[in-house]
Structures are given as C-alpha cells and as structure tokens.
T-cell receptor
Framework: GAGVSQSPSNKVTEKGKDVELRCDPISGHTALYWYRQSLGQGLEFLIYFQGNSAPDKSGLPSDRFSAERTGGSVSTLTIQRTQQEDSAVYLC??????????????FGAGSRLTVL | QKEVEQNSGPLSVPEGAIASLNCTYSDRGSQSFFWYRQYSGKSPELIMSIYSNGDKEDGRFTAQLNKASQYVSLLIRDSQPSDSATYLCAVDLGNNRLAFGKGNQVVVIP
C-alpha cells in the first residue's frame, strides 16, 4: 500500500481481556517494527521482523506480549490478559533494509489501546 | 545510562528565532542518526538523517553530529508556528533497531 496501515485505530478493553493489533506495512518493505509510546514518553522498542530471519523479541515487556508476521507482510501484535499499564499507543513501522546505508522507518498512525 | 537521552524540557521560542535541540547516545559504534518530528496525536515522521561528523543542512533544518563526543543536535532556523511539535532523536544501534529518546517539545510563539 501507499503507507503503513494499522488497525484498529482505537481499542478500549477491560482488564484481563486479550487484544490483537494489526499492521500492514508498505509493499516491498522487508523490515517491520513494533514500538509502544506511553503518554509523554518516547518510543519503546518491542519487536523487529526482517524477512525470514528469526524476529528480535528483545523489547517485549512480558510473556503476555507476542507478535507474528505472516508471509513476510502483515503482522499481528497480541497482548494477552491485558493490564492497565498496557495502555499506550502501539506504533508499527516498516523499512527497506539497506546494506550500505541506514534504515529509515516509516510509521503507521498507531493503535491507541486503553485498558479499563 | 539510557541508549539515547534528550534531557531538555519544553522549549519555547519566538517566531523567527532559532530552536536548538540536543541529544546524546551511549553506543560508540552507532553510525546512523535521525531526527523525527511528531505532532500531537500523530505518528513520527522523519525530517533529518545524518551519518558523518559535521553539519547537514536541509532547508531550515541543520543536523550536527559529533561522534567523538557522542552527541547529535538539531537546529531549526526561522522557527514557524508549524514547527511546534515534539522532536525525537533516534540512533541506529547497528542491529537494525532504532533507539529513540523521549523527545523535546518545541513551542513556537507567534
């Protein structure tokens, strides 16, 4: 697509419920990232996918968080048994990985999650 | 020490003045540095990238990099109300992961 598409744009859920957030990256972009941004904070890295390589999960805050990327394109971030501290904007970004240069990320509009 | 630090509080500048933002990073091996702008309620967008020591100019924006001192800065000349936003410093840690600072809010006063 023309840009990185995320859905839903807003999600309100009750504590303890599971949620799924979806990201459709820019066509042809091999790298996909998930970041989290809490109110007034910077971007917290969660997970990174690159082609068929094993994902870098080093930023996932707990085992309640998981993500997958099917067919090298669309990604789903799943949060199980949501807690109030999970409330944040979840940002997805994609990029072309350049071997000789830097990795420029294009962000989606984000999914705002509110856990009551 | 955090990977990327932006310590200044909100910055208020009069319209037409220069806004100066600073960022320090901890990984000496980092080679690529970025400034993203984020308007309230919106996602970050890339405005500058810099890879070599020295200055890089793009319109009213100038990025400055000093790898020996591990800092990168952003200057906004002739500040406009439309520049009011949060500016995020990002550093490529070399494993295709960008680490971001908390950001600096800039308010341009007409």
């Amino acid at each position: 697509g023309a840009g990185v598409s995320q859905s839903p744009s807003n999600k309100v859920t009750e504590k303890g419920k599971d949620v799924e957030l979806r990201c459709d990256p820019i066509s042809g972009h091999t790298a996909l990232y998930w970041y989290r941004q809490s109110l007034g904070q910077g971007l917290e890295f969660l997970i990174y996918f690159q082609g068929n390589s094993a994902p870098d999960k080093s930023g996932l805050p707990s085992d309640r968080f998981s993500a997958e990327r099917t067919g090298g394109s669309v990604s789903t971030l799943t949060i199980q048994r949501t807690q109030q501290e999970d409330s944040a904007v979840y940002l997805c970004a994609s990029s072309l990985v350049r071997h000789s240069g830097a990795n420029v990320l294009t962000f989606g509009a984000g999914s705002r999650l509110t856990v009551l | 020490q955090k990977e990327v630090e932006q310590n200044s509080g909100p910055l208020s500048v009069p319209e037409g003045a220069i806004a100066s933002l600073n960022c320090t990073y901890s990984d000496r091996g980092s080679q690529s540095f970025f400034w993203y702008r984020q308007y309230s309620g919106k996602s970050p967008e890339l405005i500058m990238s810099i890879y070599s020591n020295g200055d890089k100019e793009d319109g009213r924006f100038t990025a400055q990099l000093n790898k020996a001192s591990q800092y990168v800065s952003l200057l906004i000349r002739d500040s406009q109300p439309s520049d009011s936003a949060t500016y995020l410093c990002a550093v490529d840690l070399g494993n295709n992961r960008l680490a971001f600072g908390k950001g600096n809010q800039v308010v341009v006063i007409p």
